[in-house]
């Protein structure tokens, strides 16, 4: 009984062991996709009332997009994060995951869509829904890309 309880023990610790080398693993290939120089930068402004947003988008060898996103929104704490995500088409799907204010012990992840017309990115307004945890567009659901508040114009990136 004693042999066997040891042996569960051991399997389950070399099991253990095993997701942690996977998880190392996962995270070093995040690090690679962000150290990775980007093939062009762009960025955006959009103006709307008293709301500001500011928009980097670095697009990848590989098609994918990253870059950084401020939302500095009348009356509420200005939002700092990251976008990831790719273009299908003419529509940008990205993850924006972000800090409110100073406080930065709770990250927050939203998805986005902006669509490129021209030179300018709309950042469309769609039904949301969430599932374990994570939030996402609702498949097959519109996304409205008419009646929004946000449109990006090109600006001058400027570093800080």
């Known amino acids: 009984m004693k042999n066997l309880a040891l042996s569960c023990l051991l399997l389950a610790c070399i099991g253990l062991q095993?997701?942690?080398?996977?998880?190392?693993?996962?995270?070093?290939?995040?690090?690679?996709?962000?150290?990775?120089?980007?093939?062009?930068?762009?960025?955006?402004k959009a103006l709307y009332e008293q709301d500001t947003l500011?928009?980097?988008?670095?697009?990848?060898?590989?098609?994918?997009?990253?870059?950084?996103?401020?939302?500095?929104?009348?009356?509420?704490?200005?939002?700092?994060?990251?976008?990831?995500?790719?273009?299908?088409?003419?529509?940008?799907?990205?993850?924006?995951?972000?800090?409110?204010?100073?406080?930065?012990?709770?990250?927050?992840?939203?998805?986005?869509?902006?669509l490129k017309r021209g030179n300018e990115l709309i950042l469309g307004n769609g039904k949301l829904e969430t599932t374990l945890g994570a939030t996402n567009f609702i498949k097959g659901a519109p996304i409205d890309f008419e009646r929004v508040k946000y449109k990006f114009s090109t600006a001058d990136c400027v570093d800080k």
Do not use: W
């Open 18 to 44: 095993g997701c942690k080398k996977n998880e190392t693993l996962k995270s070093g290939e995040a690090t690679k996709v962000q150290a990775e120089k980007p093939i062009s930068v762009q960025c955006y």
């Open 54 to 114: 500011e928009l980097k988008i670095n697009t990848l060898k590989n098609g994918k997009i990253t870059g950084d996103m401020v939302m500095k929104i009348l009356d509420m704490p200005k939002k700092v994060g990251k976008i990831a995500g790719e273009f299908r088409g003419d529509t940008l799907f990205a993850s924006y995951t972000f800090i409110q204010g100073s406080y930065d012990k709770i990250t927050y992840k939203n998805p986005m869509a902006f």
